[in-house]
């Protein structure tokens, strides 16, 4: 059974044939999939999804281009409370620091993204991050804030295998989304094949980062088989192989026993 680490079902583009996507996901072999909740608007959609599947589960974070509508304070209450007292919130995130698109300063996307690793680190959970353009500070802040006592996921990867070494060595397990399967992937290709398939995971992003052969179009959570069969190929393993060692690491690096 498959494992979609990180999708965005909530999103309005799914207004229209919510229950259709998740059926569509089902039909598709996925047993689990972790939506996330990013600022004031998707964490509630999010929750509202929790209750609603019970094979939907959340992580619940402040987004870096949302850093600056953040109140630092009661909004890092709040994702506490969430994780603290909902068993089905399993990680912080998505956080991170995004400098493609220029929507909060630099400085109050660090200060946000060190403040949610502090907490993730003092209540244990593991953290999922969201790097664009970004990879050098990334890394900083991981190491400075200790970011490997809690671990977690650098969702859709698209650095080095150098980032990825130091990612892997401060217990984060790489995940990867459509991007990988576009022909010209050459480096995340690279990288796929070189992680250890202890620390792989793979994803959707639904409804962004659609895989070949759909780029394009609205991403969902059945194309994950999509990103499974691509690192099938790559490591040489059959897809139920592959699908049941990401699921494995996604339960184990999210807590998840059912
Ligand atoms: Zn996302």
Redesign the pocket.
Known sequence: MLFDT?A?LDSHKFDSDRDEVIERALAAGVDTIVN?G?NRETIPTTMALTEKYPFIYAAVGWHPTDAVDMKLEEDLAWIERLCTTHPKVVAIG?IGLDYYWDTSPKDVQQTVFREQIRLARRIGKPIVI?NRDAHEDIVKLLKEERASEVGGIM?CFSGSWETAQICLDMNFHISFGGPVTFKNARVPKEVLERVPLDRLLIET?AP?LTPHPHRGKRNESAYVRLVAETAAEIKGVSLEEIAKITGDNARRCFGITR
Do not use: A
Request: aromatic content about 22%; proline content about 0%.
């Open positions: 990180h965005h996330i990013f998505e969201h969702h992003d962004y």
